[in-house]
């Protein structure tokens, strides 16, 4: 077993999706993943005791960039937080809400900014362990993501859109 020793950042919106469901991904993270900190944000009446990472709260917050400087990695439901953390150069992983964000991860993930584990809205759990499997295999990975980001989200190419706008 594979100790990672990571701070990841979850946010996974529970509007609209059972929170059986939400349990069941956070407990297939839970035995992925080894000595981890999972952050789960806003998450609260998902706090459970797990065995072989700290979960812990963060709040929500107006300054998210303070809790994006804690972390390694991102789980989100494949909402905006895929792009605020790719901006940020953090690698995140998207279980989407919708099958439409699930579309639109893949088109990000062929960019190399986000990378799919899967969807809540038709959860798998072996579907979900595969994934995370050949992604975190990947030696490269967290590379070529902050390599791509830096390429997508370059400081001119925001300043000639906004200029543009």
């Known amino acids: 077993m594979t100790k990672y020793n990571l701070t990841i950042l979850i946010f996974l919106s529970a509007t609209k999706v059972e929170n059986e469901i939400i349990l069941s991904a956070l407990g297939t993270l839970d035995k992925f993943f080894f000595g981890c ?56 992983f998207s279980l989407a809400v919708t099958k439409e964000q699930d579309d639109e991860t893949t088109l990000f993930e062929l960019n190399d900014l986000t990378y799919s584990i899967g969807n809540l809205y038709n959860f798998n759990i072996k579907h979900t362990i595969k994934r995370l499997h050949m992604i975190m295999d990947d030696k490269l990975l967290f590379e070529k993501f902050k390599s791509s980001s830096k390429i997508n989200f370059d400081k001119f190419k925001l300043n000639d859109i906004t200029s543009y706008l």
């Open 37 to 92: 900190t999972f952050l789960l944000l806003g998450m609260e009446c998902f706090l459970v005791s797990r065995n072989q990472n700290n979960f812990q709260m963060e709040k929500f917050t107006s300054n998210i960039e303070e809790v994006y400087k804690k972390v390694d990695l991102v789980i989100s439901g494949g909402g905006l937080v895929k792009y605020e953390s790719a901006f940020c150069s953090i690698p995140n």
